[in-house]
């Protein structure tokens, strides 16, 4: 079983940056993709970003792609996520998920269900 740890939310001030951490444990012995998702109050669940294992192949959503960055370090079988120009829009719980044998396509952003590990989910409040 693999579990996911999120850490880093809380609040950010509009026009500032945040930085977002998932650490995964557990028995993994293939390679796998991670990816951050999104979702706000009364919305459908939105992906970010993912990324493989070895720090490669990132995508990013088309509508954040100017404002995040995604980086995995392997050894830490941790992925980040950074946001840059924090808009309100962006407050939500932000999700990290763990997908094996798989790597990172940006059509995948658009389906959750294709990630069977998820996080707990890291609040994000943005204040004015």
């Known amino acids: 079983q693999v579990q996911l740890v999120e850490s880093g939310g809380g609040s950010v001030q509009s026009g500032g940056s945040m930085r977002l951490s998932c650490t995964a444990s557990g028995y993994i012995d293939t390679y796998y993709q991670m990816a951050w998702f999104r979702q706000a109050p009364g919305k459908e669940r939105e992906g970010v970003a993912c990324?493989?294992?070895?720090?490669?192949?990132?995508r990013r959503a088309d509508s954040l792609r100017e404002r995040v960055a995604i980086s995995f370090d392997n050894a830490k079988k941790t992925v980040y996520l950074e946001v840059n120009r924090v808009v309100p829009e962006d407050a939500a719980i932000y999700y990290c998920?763990?997908?094996?044998?798989?790597?990172?396509?940006?059509?995948?952003?658009?389906?959750?269900?294709?990630?069977?590990?998820w996080g707990p989910g890291t609040q994000v409040t943005v204040s004015s």
């Open positions: 998920a763990l997908v094996m044998k798989t790597y990172c396509r940006l059509p995948h952003l658009s389906t959750p269900s294709k990630y069977p590990f």
């Open positions: 990324i493989d294992d070895d720090n490669s192949g990132a």
